[in-house]
T-cell receptor
Framework: NAGVMQNPRHLVRRRGQEARLRCSPM?????VYWYRQLPEEGLKFMVYLQKENIIDESGMPKERFSAEFPKEGPSILRIQQVVRGDSAAYFCASSRQGGGTEAFFGQGTRLTVV | KNEVEQSPQNLTAQEGEFITINCSYS?????LHWLQQHPGGGIVSLFM???GKKKHGRLIATINIQEKHSSLHITASHPRDSAVYIC??????????FGTGTRLKVLA
């Protein structure tokens, strides 16, 4: 049973480009969470999704950031027109249920904006 | 003040030492999660607990709900234990709130 898979592991984008980060949850998991880890800071919640639904996006910047978790395929975190301040590690986690059940984390995608 | 505070922020130990990392929180929680992160690496789950104590190998985690405090202990520490240890609480039904981590270095 593979764990949470994120790709790419490393992504370099020039300012103004788009970044697409992918997350495949563990088998049987229908709840996905995205977190951002800025350099030298702790992880911060961004968004919580279930299949085809955004449950809570209170941690997402209002502009340029969007997330989806389609019926088929991985969850996607999309950052449009990236800026240097978007450089961070983005972690995805999944859980079988919501409601305080244990979440399992992926390896993260390290985004560098140059 | 952060809702989840860890101490110490940095810790250097000699191989074989007993290590304790502390976590205090100020919010109501349904569970607490100890995580491990190696430099440049992913995040690994160590323990999830809502009461009492759990043990796995050389690792022990305890939680005191009344005092809003948890500790992670490492017995007979080893250089491969060097990592960042993160305390996270689940507040409400699903939202993780993370501490800033404790950076542990174990010297041979």
């Amino acid at each position: 049973n593979a764990g949470v898979m994120q790709n790419p592991r490393h992504l370099v984008r020039r300012r103004g480009q788009e970044a697409r980060l992918r997350c495949s949850p563990m088998k049987g998991h229908s709840h996905v969470y995205w977190y951002r880890q800025l350099p030298e800071e702790g992880l911060k919640f961004m968004v919580y999704l279930q299949k085809e639904n955004i449950i809570d996006e209170s941690g997402m910047p209002k502009e340029r950031f969007s997330a989806e978790f389609p019926k088929e395929g991985p969850s996607i975190l999309r950052i449009q027109q990236v800026v240097r301040g978007d450089s961070a590690a983005y972690f995805c986690a999944s859980s079988r249920q919501g409601g305080g059940t244990e979440a399992f984390f992926g390896q993260g995608t390290r985004l560098t904006v140059v | 003040k952060n809702e989840v505070e860890q101490s110490p922020q940095n810790l250097t130990a000699q191989e074989g030492e007993f290590i304790t990392i502390n976590c205090s929180y100020s919010v109501g929680i349904s569970a607490l999660h100890w995580l491990q992160q190696h430099p440049g690496g992913g995040i690994v789950s160590l323990f999830m607990l809502s009461s009492g104590k759990k043990k796995h190998g050389r690792l022990i985690a305890t939680i005191n709900i009344q005092e809003k405090h948890s500790s992670l202990h490492i017995t007979a520490s080893h250089p491969r234990d060097s990592a960042v240890y993160i305390c996270a609480v689940i507040s409400g039904t699903y939202k993780y709130i993370f501490g800033t981590g404790t950076r542990l270095k174990v010297l041979a």
